[in-house]
């Protein structure tokens, strides 16, 4: 089992940034990747980012590339998901996501371990 618990969240004006974080604990061991998923009120769980425990190989959606870097601490079992530029419609429940074995990093299902969620709010 691997436990996830997120922090950063809250509440920002249009152009700021928040740096989501998302620590590990369990069998990290076997982490293979990690990603970032939001779901806004009434819509479905997108992907953010995600990142592979070795490499590492980072993943972006467009909707966010060049905006949001995820990166990893290893040694702290944490990743990062540092948002800059950000606008109206980031605003959602972000949640982080690990997984242990190969396969496609953006589909929320091949996810088996998930954290609480932290609500990002992008508003002036």
């Known amino acids: 089992q691997v436990q996830l618990v997120e922090s950063g969240g809250g509440l920002v004006q249009p152009g700021g940034s928040l740096r989501l974080s998302c620590e590990a604990s369990g069998r990290t061991s076997s982490t293979y990747a990690m990603g970032w998923f939001r779901q806004a009120p009434g819509k479905e769980r997108d992907f953010v980012a995600a990142i592979t425990w070795s490499g590492p190989i980072t993943y972006y959606a467009d909707s966010v590339k060049g905006r949001f870097f995820i990166s990893r601490d290893a040694a702290k079992n944490t990743v990062y998901l540092q948002m800059n530029s950000l606008k109206p419609e980031d605003t959602a429940v972000y949640s982080c996501?690990?997984?242990?074995?190969?396969?496609?990093?953006?589909?929320?299902?091949?996810?088996?371990?998930w954290g609480q969620g932290t609500q990002v709010t992008v508003s002036s």
């Open positions: 996501a690990a997984r242990t074995g190969l396969g496609n990093v953006k589909l929320a299902n091949n996810y088996p371990y």
